[in-house]
């Protein structure tokens, strides 16, 4: 028997930044991960190159999306990128995370800082790019924006940058499997923290075990 016991209940961990900062990329490596299960998020934007509905978001309309706030079925969602809806649905993230499963949201600035505000305990990672002429390459290089929207969402991101001192913790995303190992660190020192233990076991074999040692050495003495 382990001398802790520790929460069962799985972490719930945003990451965000700025679009082309590569959050989706790294997420896509964490999957790897069977204890780590990712949110899929809900939009009203159109599909991009090879996006498939039900894997990078849930593509749905605008009625659609806001019959959903109606019925209250987001953990939040905010209006973002030329108006368009972005949001995490509630469905299945307490059921994973009282399952143990690390839960993974992938969502812009403005909804995990409502995350933040909601759910004290949410661990929030924000993704950076290496440098904004880098983020400027990343994003002409995807080909699947016109040039004013790549423009736009350059201009967003140094608003974006600015929020970052609200989140736990920064990755610089220079090579992904370099941020993506960082991002797993936090992790894992996440579930190391003093405040996951729920019970110290001192009462196990090994204590007594011990305590018997002990006794017999001071006896000889």
């Known amino acids: 028997m382990n001398i802790l016991k520790t929460k069962e209940q799985g972490l719930l961990i945003v990451i965000s930044g700025p679009s082309g900062a590569g959050k989706g990329t790294i997420c896509e490596q964490l999957r790897k991960n069977k204890n ?17 509905n039900g894997k990078e978001y849930f593509f749905v309309t605008k009625e659609e999306f806001e019959q959903r706030i109606k019925d209250d079925k987001f953990l939040e969602y905010a209006i973002v990128h030329n108006n368009q809806y972005y949001g995490t649905p509630k469905d299945k993230i307490e059921e994973k995370l009282n399952k143990g499963y690390d839960v993974i949201l992938e969502i812009d600035i403005q909804g995990a800082l409502k995350i933040k505000e909601k759910i004290a305990e949410a661990i929030c990672i924000f993704i950076m790019p290496p440098s904004m002429d880098e983020l400027k390459t990343r994003l002409i290089n995807r080909h699947t924006e016109s ?4 423009l736009e969402r350059f201009k967003t991101a140094y608003n974006e940058i600015n929020e970052v001192t609200k989140y736990n913790y920064v990755v610089v995303n220079d090579l992904v499997k370099n941020a993506t190992k960082k991002v797993e660190g936090i992790i894992l020192a996440e579930k190391c923290r003093v405040d ?22 001071f006896i000889n003495e």
């Open 36 to 52: 780590i299960w990712i949110s899929t998020s809900m939009t009203t934007r159109e599909p991009r190159g090879q996006e498939k």
């Open 147 to 150: 040039k004013d929207k790549i």
């Open 196 to 217: 996951r233990i729920e019970e110290v076991f001192l009462n196990n074999p090994e204590e007594k075990l011990h305590e018997e040692l002990m006794n017999k050495e």
